[in-house]
């Protein structure tokens, strides 16, 4: 009986030893995965941080001694063909626009909440080299403009967002200047040229309106494709932004003899009245070339407004205007 009882506790030992053994080897197991992760994490980590390093050393590269002294250059050759003269702070000047004194007026906060981008107002935060990848950074000054001009133009040389534009304010009195994208297609591509050192592309009204006459001498006129969709404009009565598609089933016309070249549009039920004029164009906003659609009405082909591709473009810009629209009735 004593045999029996120390056979079956020699049993019952290997068959708990044998049960342990598994969970032993998982245990290992999940301890090795633990420490792979462990330095895996840290390796990714490394990696993250040597990344980091890098694109921030690159950011910081996007504005040094080298580029201010290439605006310089370019800004002589640029003022002299447009015959004006700048003063900048590339060159180690203090450019003035009525008594706001660049950099100084910038560093020393005297602008904060005396700056308006089209209808916003915005912080420009002076800057050696651009590194930053928020807010608008401003790089350099320039003021100057026609000899014996009675106001100023100021250029601001600044990076949004990380991306160059060069923003212009030709205020003449108040304590608010109001900015805005210059419509200089010179000056932004220089700029932007000088920053990222390729030469950028740029869009040309032509690109926008070289099919125009072709749609509309078909058989039957066609809606030309750059005015097709969904435009959006601003009601200045209702404060709000309004959808709207041209009239495609109207009398389509071409007004060639008319500057600009307007799509001439009667309504499809219209039996009175001149019809309504539009015409797109590429204008500069926040950087970037986007089509903008102007719109006339009346005899004279007066202006109405502007439209934009974007609900929220339209929201922004509102009821500005670029300079190259027609007089209103």
Not at 75 to 94: E, N, R, S
Not at 159 to 184: A, K
Not at 208 to 229: D, E, H, I, T
Request: aromatic content about 12%.
């Amino acid at each position: 009986m004593k045999r029996r009882h120390w056979w079956w506790l020699l049993i019952v030992g290997l068959i708990f030893a044998a049960g342990c053994a598994p969970q032993k080897q998982a245990d290992t197991h999940s301890i090795k995965q633990s420490t792979q992760q462990k330095k895996n994490d840290s390796s990714q980590a490394k990696s993250k941080k040597a990344k980091a390093s890098t694109s921030q050393s690159s950011r910081a590269d996007n504005w040094n001694a080298t580029k201010q002294a290439d605006l310089s250059t370019f800004m002589k050759k640029w003022q002299t063909a447009m015959g004006q003269q700048y003063q900048g702070t590339y060159d180690g000047q203090k450019p003035n626009h009525l008594g706001f004194i660049f950099p100084d007026t910038l560093q020393n906060g005297n602008l904060v909440e005396r700056l308006s981008l089209y209808h916003e107002k915005v912080q420009l935060e002076w800057s050696t080299d651009g590194a930053k990848e928020t807010g608008i950074q401003v790089v350099a000054v320039a003021t100057g403009g026609k000899p014996q001009a009675m106001y100023p133009t100021t250029y601001f040389f600044c990076f949004y967002e990380g991306r160059p534009v060069v923003f212009v304010t030709q205020t003449t009195n108040g304590n608010i200047l109001y900015l805005s994208d210059t419509q200089n297609a010179e000056l932004q591509a220089g700029f932007a040229q000088i920053v990222t050192g390729k030469s950028p592309t740029m869009l040309s009204d032509a690109d926008l309106n070289n099919a125009v006459a072709g749609s509309l001498s078909a058989n039957p006129p066609q809606l030309p494709k750059a005015y097709q969709g969904t435009w959006y404009t601003y009601n200045k009565t209702s404060q709000t932004v309004q959808p709207f598609t041209l009239d495609a089933g109207g009398k389509l016309l071409y007004a060639d003899d008319m500057t600009p070249k307007w799509v001439h549009i009667f309504g499809q039920n219209q039996t009175a009245g001149a019809g309504d004029y539009y015409y797109v164009r590429y204008r500069f906003f926040l950087g970037r070339q986007i089509p903008v659609m102007m719109r006339g009405y009346g005899a004279g082909a007066w202006f109405s407004d502007n439209a934009y591709q974007k609900e929220s473009q339209a929201a922004v810009m509102q009821d500005w205007q670029f300079g190259d629209e027609p007089k209103t009735q």
